[in-house]
């Protein structure tokens, strides 16, 4: 039996999934949470074989609790679910240590397979986010800007495109001031960049935030 934690913000949507893994013979949910420090905190009081993350909760983003609870349980799997496009977040979310990515658009058709799949210690990318991947490996298709990124990197962008000043970002992930001003800098010189204003519009637009 598969143990499955969810973790989302919305009730319904829990609820959703709740009902909808009943209803498979070989799964069973363990536990929910509605935020990521409540995420945190149930995984580290007990193991499940399968974590279901909303790539949006209200308190963190979905990084952020992605990397504490790989943390805490580097070998537990974690399934990003989330209503944005799988090209624009799922890159870097596999770097960071995600075991796959389902958009919630397809997540009926692909949930079930994708959570057999990282249970079995295999990562989960969709035929789509495959042919991306392959497309960035061959040279073809336009990569969006951000995939150039580092994961640290790209966790700061999502900050300052957020909004947040860059001495609240060093207090949160225990930097200095002037590394976080560093890693901005280098976060503009990858994308092309010159002020913060850019990153928001281009997170906007590419659905990287609300």
Same mark, same amino acid.
């Given at each position: 039996?598969?143990?499955?934690?969810?973790?989302d913000?919305?009730?319904?949507?829990r609820?959703?999934?709740?009902?909808?893994?009943?209803?498979?013979?070989d799964?069973?949910?363990?536990?929910?949470?509605?935020?990521?420090?409540?995420?945190?905190?149930?995984?580290?009081?007990?193991?499940y074989?399968?974590?279901l993350?909303?790539?949006s909760?209200?308190?963190?983003?979905?990084?952020?609790?992605?990397?504490q609870l +790989?943390?805490?349980?580097p070998e537990?799997?974690?399934?990003?679910?989330?209503?944005?496009?799988?090209?624009?977040?799922?890159?870097?979310?596999?770097?960071?240590?995600?075991a796959?990515?389902?958009?919630k658009?397809?997540?009926?058709s692909q949930?079930?397979?994708?959570?057999?799949t990282?249970?079995?210690?295999r990562?989960?990318?969709?035929?789509?986010?495959?042919?991306?991947?392959?497309?960035?490996?061959?040279?073809?298709?336009?990569?969006?800007l951000?995939?150039?990124?580092?994961?640290?990197?790209?966790?700061?962008?999502?900050?300052?495109?957020?909004?947040?000043?860059?001495?609240?970002?060093?207090?949160e992930l225990?930097?200095?001031?002037?590394?976080?001003s560093?890693?901005r800098?280098?976060?503009?010189? +990858?994308?092309?960049?010159?002020?913060?204003?850019?990153?928001?519009?281009?997170?906007?637009k590419?659905?990287?935030?609300e």
């Amino acid at each position: 039996m598969i143990r499955v934690l969810i973790a989302d913000d919305h009730a319904i949507v829990r609820a959703g999934l709740r009902q909808f893994l009943s209803d498979q013979s070989d799964m069973s949910v363990a536990g929910e949470a509605a935020t990521g420090a409540e995420t945190v905190s149930m995984v580290r009081a007990e193991p499940y074989d399968v974590v279901l993350l909303d790539i949006s909760m209200p308190d963190r983003n979905g990084v952020d609790t992605l990397k504490q609870l +790989k943390q805490i349980r580097p070998e537990m799997p974690v399934l990003m679910l989330s209503a944005y496009a799988e090209e624009q977040y799922a890159i870097n979310l596999l770097r960071a240590g995600a075991a796959g990515y389902v958009s919630k658009e397809s997540a009926s058709s692909q949930l079930v397979a994708a959570i057999r799949t990282v249970a079995h210690g295999r990562k989960y990318v969709s035929q789509d986010l495959a042919q991306v991947l392959a497309d960035g490996v061959s040279g073809q298709g336009d990569a969006p800007l951000h995939s150039s990124l580092s994961q640290r990197e790209f966790q700061i962008f999502c900050k300052l495109a957020g909004g947040m000043p860059v001495s609240k970002i060093a207090a949160e992930l225990f930097l200095s001031v002037k590394t976080v001003s560093t890693y901005r800098s280098r976060v503009l010189e +990858k994308m092309g960049m010159k002020t913060n204003a850019d990153l928001t519009y281009y997170a906007i637009k590419n659905r990287l935030i609300e």
